[in-house]
Nanobody, 119 residues
């Protein structure tokens, strides 16, 4: 079993910053990808940022404002969000592609953390 635990969401004024964290634990041999998605009611979940070993991928809407980083020793991924806009408000989900000790590759989601941006 692999679990992802997120933290760092909350309420922030437009133009402000937040840092999300997501720690993976459990039966992990290696982590192939770690990233962040977000979802607002009535819309599909969308990719925000993804680390898959090469250069990070970002949604066009967050380029230049958000930065994804990983601490491999801690199996943790971060999302630094600067210059937040009301349209960034969503539930943010951590996602990881994990190679487990059972020699299986699994995709895991966190429980989500709410980001609210006031205008």
């Amino acid at each position: 079993q692999v679990q992802l635990v997120e933290s760092g969401g909350g309420l922030v004024q437009a133009g402000g910053s937040l840092r999300l964290s997501c720690a993976a634990s459990g039966s992990i041999l290696s982590i192939k990808t770690m990233g962040w998605y977000r979802q607002v009611p009535g819309k599909q979940r969308e990719l925000v940022a993804l680390n898959s070993g090469g250069s990070p991928n970002y949604a066009d809407s967050v380029k230049g404002r958000f930065t994804i980083s990983t601490d491999n020793a801690k199996n943790t991924v971060y999302l630094q969000m600067n210059g937040l806009k009301p349209e960034d408000a969503a539930v943010y989900y951590c996602n990881a592609g994990v190679f487990t000790r059972a020699y299986r590759t699994v995709e895991v989601w966190g429980q989500g953390t709410l980001v609210t941006v006031s205008s």
